[in-house]
T-cell receptor, first 114, second 115 residues
């Protein structure tokens, strides 16, 4: 089953509004990463947050991590039409043999209407 | 101009054919990865390599093969044994981390269609 699952699956907002996407996961992690994917393109890394961190900022992006609830959120403030994309969380689960792979969720499709 | 490139952008395969997807990086990364993405889905790991001449199977390696003869290159062959190969294929690279996976840099992808 998916380690990371994003919620909602799709989100439509107006330009200037804030967008919040959530990610839940099942097992303990080393870190959690957020990526953006424009339609038909490769993924672009946004933010990495480690398991001992609670919040990180990058420009208009704010990521929080709650390891007790096994969840993370990505907030995009003052959204722009150019933010229209799919957003994926990827977890680096702790396993017996050490890190093996990033596990990606199915993504949240964000549409920002002008 | 550093980055990761994939070619071709679009690829069409006939039934029973093997095809090879190219992935090249000049970021001096040790680790490289191949993912498959189906519509509306996340990424699934096919193969990964953390050092030249070594690679590991991911979650869906059946019907695929790879080689890692050079640090810069990690080609993926989709063989005729892969029954449903139509998908978007993404290559990525990263620095090998000592405490978990670092950020991955992705290529632009190759869209493979079986005719």
């Amino acid at each position: 089953s998916q380690q990371g699952e994003e919620d909602p699956q799709a989100l439509s907002i107006q330009e200037g509004e804030n967008a919040t996407m959530n990610c839940s996961y099942k097992t303990s992690i080393n870190n959690l990463q957020w990526y953006r994917q424009n339609s038909g393109r490769g993924l672009v890394h946004l933010i990495l947050i480690r398991s001992n961190e609670r919040e990180k900022h990058s420009g208009r992006l704010r990521v929080t991590l709650d390891t007790s609830k096994k969840s993370s959120s990505l907030l995009i403030t003052a959204s722009r039409a150019a933010d229209t994309a799919s957003y994926f969380c990827a977890t680096d689960p702790i396993t017996q043999g050490g890190s093996e792979k990033l596990v990606f969720g199915k993504g949240t499709k964000l549409t920002v209407n002008p | 101009d550093g980055g990761i490139t994939q070619s071709p952008k679009y690829l069409f395969r006939k039934e029973g054919q093997n095809v090879t997807l190219s992935c090249e990086q000049n970021l001096n990364h040790d680790a490289m990865y191949w993912y498959r993405q189906d519509p509306g889905q996340g990424l699934r790991l096919i193969y990964y390599s953390q050092i030249v001449n070594d690679f590991q199977k991911g979650d869906i390696a059946e019907g695929y093969s790879v080689s890692r003869e050079k640090k810069e290159s990690f080609p993926l062959t989709v063989t005729s044994a892969q029954k449903n190969p139509t998908a978007f294929y993404l290559c990525a690279s990263s620095i090998v981390g000592t405490s978990g996976f670092n950020e991955q840099f992705f290529g632009p992808g190759t869209r493979l269609t079986v005719l």
